[in-house]
């Protein structure tokens, strides 16, 4: 997890005396003693994420290893080093695009500094490329951190439908990365220069479901000021994704069977049809063909829908690709947060592969964030993830009540029978007075909210209650519902 600095010098003693340095801000130290060697190190994938670099070397020389490194890997930041009187070298290396340069002998504290503020430019860039790829709708699969074999599969179905117009339902649990894989499609596919417009089916107003999707002319019903082109013809040559389609309203249901099949739309109060060229990727956490068979959804609509499904799989089936989801939020969060975190402690990174993560990648983000806003020193500790250590800092302990600490970590089951491990919430204070029980709900329905990802109907689901009976306790308790729902 901590990052790697290739030093790369042909004096062993300044490699240790360098290495000493990296060490101690719990950097992993790779060496290299010449230009050939360090370009070895780069070129086997070893993971490089800062260079070193002396500039004077017998062999190749650190201007043209320089000059090598940007070409083959231009994103790994390199920090030359140069002896007295080598200014001019130093300038040269500079224009040749080193991320900063050092006289030696180096001082340790100036190093430190230097490797913070290139890894923090590196993350700060990483975090902006993301962003406007976002926003241009050029994300694509290699965006995404999947390596691990089950989402291998995803990564090659959503390539081979993006050369398609076909339509796409991805399927998975709440928290997976639908959208991201929706993202990565439209930006995969030849449409990626248009537009890619979401809805969110599960949040429009009823009312203005039809005017929201299709538009309307201006006068069509009361309140319609102007004329309003819907989301369709927004999209058009573009993808529209109709993001938790199952929440779609019946007569609905129809009109947009109507769009698929003939490629036009009636906008409301139009005279005539509008032909649309979307490309249609839909996404769903319900079980549709459940939903067919009771018959809230249409089943014309399914077929339509789900000729190209892609499965996104838990979380928990791809735990391969944890690691690397923990260290790109964590460059996530330092970027946004100006945080210099460099990685999880081992015993941290194995609390986390124990967990059973019911809210899926969404739930790590959050976890990750909570964690880095907590953390107190340089790499995120049990403590950071009370939700799921159960382990909690000092600050957090209530006032009046002041909680036992349970330091077992516990990997928290939905169902099944309560056991005596339970994690955060507790049932007794450290006198071991049974706690009031509206404190222990407070908790419950707190440790619910990180848990689930603040998804309000999942978590009332698990508790046994109505939503509304869960925004109501929500609001009486003082809780924050969103504080934990993040993107
Ligand atoms: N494979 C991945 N690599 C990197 N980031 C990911 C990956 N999968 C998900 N994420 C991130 O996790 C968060 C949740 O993903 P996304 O919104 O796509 O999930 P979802 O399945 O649509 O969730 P929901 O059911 O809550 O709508 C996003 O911030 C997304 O960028
Ligand atoms: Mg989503």
């Not at 209530?398 to 928290?412: C, G, I, Q, T, Y």
Request: proline share 5%; net charge negative.
């Amino acid at each position: 997890m901590a990052k790697t600095i290739l030093i790369v010098d042909d004096d062993p003693t300044q490699r240790r005396l360098l290495q000493a340095v990296v060490e101690k801000q719990n950097f992993i130290a790779a060496h290299a003693d010449s230009g050939e060697a360090a370009l070895d190190a780069l070129g086997n994938g070893g993971n490089i994420d800062i260079i070193l670099l002396d500039l004077v070397m017998p062999g190749m020389g650190g201007m043209k290893a320089l000059a090598e490194m940007k070409a083959r890997a231009p994103h790994v930041p390199v920090i030359v080093l140069t002896g007295q009187g080598g200014i001019d070298t130093v300038v040269k290396a500079m224009q040749a695009g080193a991320a900063d340069f050092f006289v030696k002998p180096v001082s340790p504290e100036r190093l430190t500094v230097s490797l913070r503020n290139v890894m923090k430019v590196g993350e700060l860039q990483g975090e902006v490329v993301r962003l406007r790829k976002t926003a241009s709708g050029a994300l694509c699969f290699g965006d995404m951190i999947a390596d691990a074999p089950a989402m291998r599969q995803v990564v090659r179905l959503g390539e081979r439908g993006a050369k398609s117009n076909i339509p796409i339902l991805v399927l998975g649990d709440s928290g997976v990365g639908k959208e991201l894989v929706a993202q990565a499609i439209h930006g995969a596919s030849a449409r990626s220069g248009k537009p890619m417009i979401t809805v969110n089916c599960g949040a429009l107003p009823e009312n203005l479901v039809e005017s929201i999707l299709f538009g309307h002319e201006k006068g069509a019903f009361t309140g319609a000021i102007d004329k309003h082109m819907g989301k369709f013809r927004e999209a058009n040559g573009g993808t529209l994704f109709l993001d938790e389609v199952g929440d779609l309203p019946q007569d609905i249901q129809v009109k947009l069977l109507r769009a698929l099949q003939e490629g036009e739309i009636d906008p409301v109060g139009a005279k005539r049809s509008v032909k649309v060229d979307v490309r249609i990727i839909s996404a769903t956490n319900r079980d549709l063909a459940e939903d067919v068979a009771t018959g809230k959804f249409r089943e014309d609509l399914f077929y339509r829908l789900n000729v190209f499904p892609i499965d996104v799989p838990p979380l928990q089936d791809r735990m391969e690709d944890l690691p690397e989801l923990v260290r790109h939020f964590i460059g996530r969060f330092n970027a946004q947060e100006g945080m210099h975190i460099t990685g999880v402690t081992a015993q941290t990174m194995s609390l986390l592969k124990g967990f059973n993560w019911p809210g899926n990648v969404r739930q790590l983000e959050n976890a990750v964030f909570r964690a880095v806003i907590l953390c107190e020193g340089t790499e995120l500790e049990a403590q950071d993830f009370p939700h799921i250590s159960g382990v909690t800092r000092d600050i957090e302990a209530d006032d009046d009540e002041e909680l036992a600490l349970v330091v077992e970590p516990v990997a928290a089951q939905p169902d099944g029978p309560a056991s005596d491990r339970d994690g955060p919430v507790h049932i007794t204070n450290t006198a071991g007075h049974i706690r009031a029980l509206e404190a222990i709900e407070r908790d419950l329905i707190e440790f619910a909210i990180g848990a689930y990802a603040g998804h309000m109907s999942e978590i009332a689901r698990r508790l046994g209650i109505g939503r509304s009976t869960l925004y109501r306790k929500v609001r009486e308790h003082d809780l924050d519902a969103k504080a934990s729902k993040t993107g």
